[in-house]
């Protein structure tokens, strides 16, 4: 494949970001719990480097980030609200009815989606595997290299296309966001990054802050409040479009009845009901992202060592 041909690609563009549209929603917010630097790296034309998979937990901040891939036409549909789509994406199964899902497309809330990237871990692996969207990789000739992946340009020379950090707990994959808008182009379709972001502080005391933005390309929702645990702060959920119910945490697989973790599809259920993605409750809970995904199938051993059920 040649260089993108994008304008901005020689030639600087200055496009917005959300920290232009969304300004701090309350004077008495502290100015430290605003997520100001998240939303200046929030563009409808990103360049450089996009963050597109994320996963990180410290004491002070959790959350992560998803993408997936829908037609042009669903645009609306995909910002109504700021629930996550695409759940199923990156995961194959067989529904006790005999459906089979390839995880390759998802119709969550009859929404079709594809799958463009996630962060795996198969058993025996000893750290979860990066994988992408095999037509994205085919469209730029791409091959592995250390860390990530590289194509050819125009020149002949290594292009770096997607490059990655993977430890045990966390990771963190970023895209070319030229070449990936050119893909996008060529292929009519569109990728929606969707963002979780939670952070606890300590904090002086506050009324609770609930504020949301909707604009023709992002749908975000902020909740700043006090935890019932004195002077810890859950600071907002920062999603495009993903939200978190505040109300709904913390949602323990441990507190679910025996009968409701052998139902196939029960945990995935009430996940559902929660607005919670796999990430979102695999932190609450206390446990992996992979055993809420082995909950959801119905493989339940481990849940029971782990909750003492």
Same mark, same amino acid.
């Given at each position: 494949?040649s260089?993108?041909m994008i304008?901005?690609y $020689?030639?600087?563009t200055?496009t917005?970001?959300?920290?232009?549209?969304w300004?701090?929603?309350?004077? =008495?917010?502290p100015?430290?719990l605003?997520?100001?630097?998240?939303?200046?790296? $929030?563009?409808?034309d990103?360049?450089g480097?996009?963050t597109?998979? =994320?996963q990180?937990f410290?004491p002070n901040?959790?959350g992560?980030?998803g993408?997936?891939?829908?037609s042009?036409?669903?645009?609306?549909s995909?910002? #109504?609200?700021?629930?996550?789509?695409?759940?199923t994406?990156?995961?194959v199964?067989v529904?006790?009815d005999?459906?089979?899902?390839?995880?390759l497309?998802?119709?969550? =809330?009859n929404?079709?989606?594809e799958?463009?990237?996630h962060?795996?871990r @198969?058993s025996g692996?000893?750290l979860?595997? !990066? =994988?992408i969207?095999l @037509?994205?990789?085919?469209?730029w000739?791409a091959?592995?290299?250390?860390?990530?992946w590289?194509y050819l340009n125009?020149a002949?020379?290594?292009?770096d296309? !997607?490059?990655y #950090?993977?430890?045990?707990e966390s990771w963190k994959?970023?895209?070319r966001?030229l070449?990936?808008?050119?893909?996008?182009a060529?292929?009519?379709?569109?990728a929606?990054?969707?963002i979780d972001?939670?952070?606890k502080?300590d904090a002086?005391?506050f #009324?609770r802050?609930?504020?949301?933005?909707?604009?023709?390309?992002?749908h975000l929702?902020?909740?700043a409040?006090?935890d019932e645990?004195?002077?810890w702060l859950f600071h907002?959920?920062l #999603?495009?479009p993903a939200?978190?119910?505040?109300d709904?945490l @913390?949602?323990?697989?441990?507190r679910?009845?025996?009968?409701e973790?052998q139902?196939?599809?029960?945990?995935h259920k009430?996940?559902?009901?929660r607005?919670?993605?796999?990430e979102?409750l695999a932190?609450?809970a206390?446990?992996s992202?992979n055993?809420v !995904?082995s909950?959801e199938w119905?493989?339940?051993?481990?849940?029971?060592?782990?909750?003492g !059920?």
């Open positions: 494949m260089m993108p304008p901005g $020689i030639h600087d200055f917005n970001t959300l920290a232009d549209d300004p701090k929603p309350a004077a =008495e917010l100015a430290r605003w997520p100001a630097q998240a939303l200046y790296s $929030i563009s409808p990103p360049m480097w996009l597109v998979e =994320e990180y410290t901040e959790q992560g980030k993408c997936v891939l829908i042009p036409e669903n645009h609306a995909a910002l #109504q609200d700021t629930s996550w789509i695409g759940r994406l990156g995961n199964g529904w006790s005999g459906t089979f899902v390839n995880g497309t998802s119709a969550d =809330e929404l079709g989606s799958f463009f990237v962060a795996r @198969p692996a000893i979860p595997v !990066i =994988e969207n @037509p994205f990789l085919w469209y000739d091959f592995p290299v250390t860390d990530g590289s125009r002949g020379r290594n292009q296309l !997607i490059r #950090q993977v430890t045990d994959v970023e895209v966001a070449e990936l808008r050119q893909f996008l060529s292929s009519n379709l569109s929606v990054v969707q972001h939670t952070l502080t002086e005391e #009324q802050v609930d504020d949301e933005l909707e604009n023709d390309w992002a929702a902020f909740h409040l006090l645990r004195p002077n907002p959920r #999603q495009r939200r978190l119910q505040p709904d @913390p949602l323990k697989i441990c679910l009845k025996r009968n973790l139902k196939r599809g029960g945990v009430l996940r559902l009901e607005g919670l993605t796999k979102s932190l609450e206390g446990l992202r055993m !995904i909950l119905g493989n339940k051993s481990t849940a029971y060592d782990g909750c !059920i």
